[in-house]
């Protein structure tokens, strides 16, 4: 299933740098940034669990934002894009 994520870390702080740069890196570990804090994971169930305890663990809920949309399995049609950065086919192998 694909899962949208997207995040506001608050960045006034040591403390708020290093939850951004790890909600980012758990971001990439299961998906593609599409924009700065936005995520596209194709994920199963197992991973999605996985992926959402992690980033719930890390963020501050008094100053950040975690948002998950569950775009599910037949997300090509509920997909559009506009302008000029390339799509990535997330079903596709991921090169790291």
């Excluded at 740069?21 to 299961?30: E, S």
């Excluded at 090509?76 to 596709?92: L, N, S």
Aim: neutral net charge; glycine residues 4%; proline residues 2%.
């Amino acid at each position: 299933m694909l899962m949208l994520v997207s995040y506001d870390v608050s960045t006034i702080d040591l403390a708020g740098r290093r939850r951004l740069r790890h909600v980012a890196k758990t971001c990439l570990n299961y998906g593609i940034r599409v924009q700065n804090s936005v995520f596209e994971c194709n994920v199963d169930n197992a991973q999605w669990t996985v992926l959402r305890a992690r980033l719930l663990a890390i963020f501050d809920p008094e100053m950040d934002s975690l948002r998950f949309y569950a775009l599910g399995d037949n997300y090509q049609r509920r997909i559009e894009h506009q302008g000029a950065k390339p799509t990535v086919d997330v079903e596709d192998t991921l090169i790291l």
